[in-house]
């Protein structure tokens, strides 16, 4: 199977970490949020760095997902995997899901706003993604469109049994090596890699999940309203140490 793999994700949700996981596979060409110019030019929203992002990057996103998906068909020798942002799909035509394997990463919002509200300190449910997931995810289902959930908690408390359902589900052979990488920057990181990825940039692997014990009073009612959203979106999710896949196609 050569359909470009888009992962779908929430912002702070170790998406960039399985991101370096699929570049350590010799047929994965990584591509590092595309539409993230398009998001924005489109949304005006005021992220670090948005001048040099912008300049640094095609914005029309309808063209850029175009070329993408040109790009695998007319090139057979690695397959794409591509990293998005889920808010970052405004203004779009969608019609080039049909041609993508899509995997939805998502993440407990009590463990991510605190991160989140950090770089976006008035950050809203529309900056988490997590109700663009699932209108999406259901929107893909309905079709008959297969997709698959990840949840950052379960891949964290046993990487290797879900990558190997994850990679199940592509159609891809799970290896050792998705486990580790090298510290520092990738060629693949985008521009903005200085103001989201100190963290990951440290890292050799995927970090043992942590609960965050501590959750900031102020941030209650945006958590209540991201609550519902990610509850039904973790409970399509694949599971740590369980084999079967839960791929929903109608």
């Known amino acids: 199977m050569t359909t470009p793999i888009c992962l779908w994700s929430g912002p702070r949700n170790v998406?960039?970490?399985l991101?370096?996981?699929?570049?350590?596979?010799?047929?994965?060409?990584?591509?590092?949020?595309?539409?993230?110019?398009?998001?924005?030019?489109v949304s005006g929203a005021n992220h670090p760095g948005r001048q040099a992002v912008m300049a640094a990057m095609n914005c029309d996103g309808n063209h850029v997902m175009q070329s993408l998906i040109r790009q695998q068909a007319v090139n057979s020798g690695k397959r794409l995997f591509?990293?998005?942002?889920?808010?970052?799909?405004?203004?779009?035509?969608?019609?080039?899901?049909?041609?993508?394997?899509?995997?939805f990463l998502v993440r407990d919002p009590r463990d991510m706003l605190p991160s989140l509200t950090i770089q976006v300190p008035n950050a809203g449910l529309s900056d988490t993604g997590l109700k663009q997931q699932w209108e999406l995810y259901s929107e893909l289902v309905d079709a008959g469109m297969p997709a698959v959930i990840?949840?950052?908690?379960?891949l964290l408390l046993d990487p290797g049994s879900v990558l190997q359902a994850?990679?199940?589900?592509?159609?891809?052979?799970?290896?050792?090596r998705m486990l580790s990488w090298d510290a520092g920057p990738r060629d693949e990181d985008g521009i903005w890699a200085p103001y989201w990825y100190h963290a990951v940039h440290k890292s050799t692997g995927f970090a043992p999940y942590k609960a965050k014990r501590d959750f900031p009073p102020k941030l209650q009612s945006l958590l209540d309203e991201c609550r519902p959203w990610y509850d039904k979106l973790y409970s399509r999710a694949l599971h740590a140490r369980t084999p079967e896949t839960h791929v929903e196609t109608s």
Do not use: Q, W
């Open 15 to 17: 998406s960039t970490a």
């Open 19 to 41: 991101m370096y996981s699929f570049a350590e596979l010799p047929g994965i060409r990584i591509v590092d949020e595309p539409l993230y110019g398009h998001y924005l030019r």
């Open 82 to 103: 591509i990293k998005h942002m889920a808010h970052h799909l405004i203004e779009l035509d969608l019609g080039f899901l049909a041609a993508t394997s899509n995997v």
């Open 150 to 154: 990840l949840d950052s908690r379960e």
């Open 166 to 176: 994850l990679c199940k589900h592509l159609d891809l052979d799970f290896e050792p």
